[in-house]
């Protein structure tokens, strides 16, 4: 099976504007978790959608959203980025939630300027 | 919500000697252990995963205890080699998410 994909890659923005990123899970994989990826703050938690609903919510700032489509792709949006965004934005597929391992894609590498 | 602490933070070791990373968590709730390998510029990736049931797993040079009334876990890596090399992240799953550790940096030295 194709693993778990993130576009884009890479993605330079400025003070302000808004990103939305895009993760596929790995097919049959219902379970999509974002998380933020930082040297100081390891990695933290952002959400995690489950058949389309979000289920379950880190402690992000509601500039913080996402949402998941019937075929299990889901996409994160920042609103109003800061200089304390950039960061590496990894998400994790699962068959389901909770006991199920989580196989992570490549991530998105998002700097703010 | 789950509390993962993780220690060393810096583990560097001789190649072949054993490496060992400590981990506690604070969710009694919790009930399945992770522990991900994360190369420079690259995603994390699953090694070895233990669940509440089991008190060992082992995966070649690669062993996870848990011991459940202590709430702490621990990996264990023998015979290192110079590709261990890389952070290393524990996790515990809590109220459905997963919590990590703030991870350890193991350096294998030739």
């Known amino acids: 099976k194709a693993g778990v994909t993130q576009t884009p890659r890479y993605l330079i923005k400025t003070r302000g504007q808004q990103v939305t990123l895009s993760c596929s899970p790995i097919?049959?994989?219902?379970?999509v978790s974002w998380y933020q990826q930082t040297p100081g703050q390891g990695l933290q938690f952002l959400f995690e959608y489950f058949s389309e609903t979000q289920r379950n919510k880190g402690n992000f700032p509601g500039r913080f959203s996402g949402r998941q489509f019937s075929n299990s792709r889901s996409e994160m949006n920042v609103s109003t980025l800061e200089l304390g965004d950039s960061a590496l934005y990894l998400c994790a597929s699962s068959t389901n939630r909770g006991q199920e391992t989580q196989y992570f894609g490549p991530g998105t590498r998002l700097l703010v300027l | 919500g789950e509390n993962v602490e993780q220690h060393p933070s810096t583990l560097s070791v001789q190649e072949g000697d054993s490496a060992v990373i400590k981990c506690t968590y604070s969710?009694?709730?919790?009930?399945?252990f992770p522990w991900y390998k994360q190369e420079l510029g690259k995603r994390p990736q699953l090694i070895i995963d233990?669940?509440?049931?089991?008190g060992e797993k082992k995966d070649q040079r690669i062993a996870v205890t848990l011991n459940k009334t202590a709430k702490h876990f621990s990996l264990h890596i023998t015979e290192t080699q110079p590709e261990d090399s890389a952070v290393y992240f524990c996790?515990?799953?809590?109220?459905?998410?997963?919590?990590f550790g703030a991870g350890t940096t193991v350096t294998v030295r030739a």
């Open positions: 996790a515990a799953i809590g109220d459905y998410k997963l919590s």
């Open positions: 969710d009694s709730a919790s009930n399945y």
């Open positions: 097919s049959g994989h219902r379970s």
């Open positions: 233990i669940r509440s049931n089991v």
